[in-house]
């Protein structure tokens, strides 16, 4: 009897062992999108149910204080084994420690769109499984109202067209703005939709090169160029500064307020429902080229990680063209592979927003790729809406480059060569 | 020579001081107002509202959907329910903890006792900001000792949001000043009959300190309700989660403002109902002590 026991406490023991999955937890910045969620947790689940070795646990997240949460639980010790990150914030937490390279397959990303992959150090520390993208947005009918051409990907407007487009909606007193730059969401939507105007002048916001230095880079020719032409945008009166109404915002463009909208495709789908002959037109180049802002939210491993085999196993599981093209048909985000894209309702050739799988392919371009990057979006954001307000340009700028100059100094140069 | 003050002129003051009174009633009801009516309105005609005074009229298409769109995102009973929670406890033990700590301070004399007593009063300037890191640090790190054996830390926990938040200067400073003003013959004629000091503190202090104790639970609950950062940083589970940081479910990249009245509207029924209940003792509290709330 008590041989028969221990055989049997014996064999529950290997049995349960062999039986038994290693927990991999995961924390998402998509609490509160519901759609999200379940996309998530569709992927999660096959994943589960695929192999033996590994169960995905996740944690969801506000996405507005998801940030703050990761960053108290690396002083915490508290990391996940997944965590999902933000492209551009991704460099100053693989440098600050939290992350650690991934080791997946990388004949898998092989087609995926620039803005999905996060580098850092000549590694690669997250992917994505969608990118975002913006776009002027306007009316086929107000290009005929107006006599405009309508600019393509190969032939954009240029600066001057661009000003053109918006004298002849200012003139013709149809509309309370020409155009609408969503200045009253003071976040990261500054340096994602700004930046790209900047570059198009030929400035940028630090040295794309060292990223050591903002000297030049933002307060140079080019970038008092863009700073003086953003400041007329507003003094003008060609579009509404900080102070706009959220309400206006969101409504202004479907109302017929705004002749153009510079907005993100997020905003796309609901846009289409109430306006029939919305179009999305490509960014214009203001002398050095054309470019819209890059990188969303991507996955990545934590450095403390007790098993990143298992984490890698699931993040390679994930980016599976099946699962792209789902996330796209429910949050309307661009697809990272161009099969993927061709598998969804919007972006397949055709497409209603097929226009914005092109614009990230050919004008996506990342924002900085250093640690600093953080905190030199927000320097880079108050600069903006000081200009605006009508504070002077240069000294604006130079300001700003000096507080970027600081934080690089006062961290080393965050670890560029 | 006295003035007379005609009726007309008494009539004027009257209607002066009634507008005055009004449209300082109004900077605070109307916010109120707002939040109520936009909860039942869909989102496109909330935005249009704005612009005109139909922002605070049930005017309109008036709708459910924001509140059953609000459920639909978020635990909302569960957030609810842990703020009550964790506030409720909290409230309640900072309401014995910090009036024992007073009443040691004002009728027991002990060496040390005016320093003690300047040091935790001096907390009262430090804010909560700078001490936010290191307390996390600690608490992520503490053992306890519970039900399901020994726990390395406290972090995602009820206990990590009630205990660091028992104690504070400015409870302990209420219940100072107020036992301070009792009469001290009441306490000299307990101690002559021989009362122990926990018998005057439970059958003759605490009796005829009702005011106090609804000021200090009134200021406390809206701390402890009103938490964002510490239950942010130190609690990464859903099923802990208080109403503040659960908001931050409602703001999407295409924010629905309708769901987010909703959500105020209902986080806002407990905070009422808790003022409601204590606000005659809490008025009187403030009409005795100039406590500004």
Aim: with cysteine.
């Amino acid at each position: 009897m008590k041989r028969l026991l221990m055989t049997s406490a014996a064999l529950t023991a290997f049995g349960g062992a062999a039986m038994a999955q290693t927990e991999i937890s995961m924390w998402y910045h998509g609490a509160g999108n519901q759609v999200e969620s379940d996309i998530l947790n569709g992927i999660v689940s096959d994943f589960n149910e695929s192999q033996s070795d590994w169960t995905v646990t996740v944690e969801s997240f506000p996405q507005a204080s998801y940030n703050d949460s990761v960053v108290a639980a690396a002083l915490a010790g508290n990391l996940p084994c997944i965590m999902d990150v933000d492209g551009p914030v991704m460099p100053n937490w693989a440098w600050s420690g939290y992350m650690q390279p991934l080791s997946i397959d990388e004949g898998l990303i092989e087609d995926f769109l620039p803005g999905t992959l996060g580098m850092w150090d000549g590694e690669l520390y997250s992917v994505g499984l969608w990118d975002a993208a913006v776009a002027l947005y306007a009316r086929e009918s107000t290009l005929e109202e107006l006599g405009l051409r309508r600019p393509t990907l190969e032939e954009p407007w240029t600066g001057e067209e661009f000003m053109a487009a918006l004298d002849a909606a200012r003139d013709s007193g149809n509309y309370e703005y020409a155009l609408d730059l969503g200045m009253n969401d003071q976040g990261e939507w500054y340096p994602y939709a700004f930046l790209p105007f900047l570059w198009s002048h030929g400035g940028s916001l630090v040295d794309r090169e060292t990223y050591a230095s903002a000297e030049g880079a933002l307060n140079g020719e080019a970038g008092i160029e863009f700073g003086e032409w953003w400041q007329m945008l507003f003094e003008e009166g060609y579009a509404p500064g900080t102070s706009e109404d959220p309400a206006d915002q969101t409504r202004g463009f479907i109302e017929g307020d705004f002749a153009f909208q510079w907005n993100g495709n997020w905003r796309a789908v609901a846009t289409m429902e109430e306006v029939d002959d919305v179009i999305f037109l490509p960014a214009p180049d203001f002398g050095a080229g054309n470019f819209i802002g890059g990188g969303s939210w991507q996955f990545g491993v934590s450095a403390s990680c007790p098993n990143p085999e298992g984490a890698n196993a699931f993040i390679e599981f994930a980016l599976q063209d099946e699962y792209l093209a789902a996330f796209s048909d429910g949050i309307g985000l661009i697809p990272a592979t161009s099969s993927a894209a061709a598998m969804t309702e919007n972006y397949a050739e055709g497409g209603p927003l097929a226009v914005f799988f092109d614009l990230s392919n050919d004008q996506a371009r990342l924002r900085p790729v250093t640690p600093g990057y953080v905190v030199q979006s927000e320097i880079f954001t108050k600069a903006m809406a000081d200009i605006a307000n009508g504070a002077d340009v240069i000294d604006t700028l130079d300001a700003a480059v000096d507080e970027i100059e600081s934080d690089i100094e006062a961290n080393q140069g965050y670890g560029h060569e | 020579m006295m003035a007379v003050l005609a009726p007309e002129n008494h009539g004027l003051r009257l209607a002066v001081r009634y507008l005055v009174l009004i449209l300082v009633a109004a900077i605070f009801v109307l916010p109120l107002l707002f939040m109520v009516m936009s909860s039942f309105k869909p989102d496109a005609q909330l935005l249009n509202d704005t612009s005109s005074l139909r922002a605070f009229l049930p005017v309109g298409d008036l709708t459910l959907e924001n509140y059953r769109e609000a459920f639909d995102r978020a635990p909302v009973r569960l957030f609810v329910l842990n703020s009550v929670l964790v506030t409720g406890v909290t409230v309640l033990l900072a309401l014995i903890v910090c009036s024992l700590a007073a009443f040691a301070f004002v009728y027991m004399n002990w060496r040390g006792r005016d320093v003690v007593l300047s040091i935790i009063l001096a907390t009262l300037i430090v804010p909560f900001e700078t001490i936010a890191i290191p307390l996390l640090l600690i608490v992520s790190k503490l053992p306890w000792i519970g039900l399901d054996g020994i726990e390395t830390t406290w972090l995602n926990t009820y206990r990590v949001q009630i205990i660091p938040w028992i104690a504070d200067g400015l409870t302990v400073f209420l219940f100072v000043q107020y036992f301070k003003d009792l009469p001290g013959e009441l306490i000299e004629a307990a101690r002559v009959e021989g009362a122990s000091w926990v018998q005057i503190y439970w059958r003759v202090v605490m009796p005829l300190a009702g005011p106090v104790i609804a000021t200090a639970a009134i200021l406390k609950f809206l701390l402890m309700y009103n938490q964002y950062l510490w239950p942010l940083i130190v609690v990464q589970q859903e099923q802990y989660r208080p109403v503040m940081v659960g908001l931050q479910y409602f703001f999407q990249l295409d924010t629905a403002w309708g769901e987010i009245m909703a959500y105020l509207t209902m986080i806002t029924v407990p905070v009422l109902a808790f003022y409601l209940v204590l606000q005659r003792a809490f008025i009187a509290s403030i009409a005795s002590q100039g406590v500004k709330g």
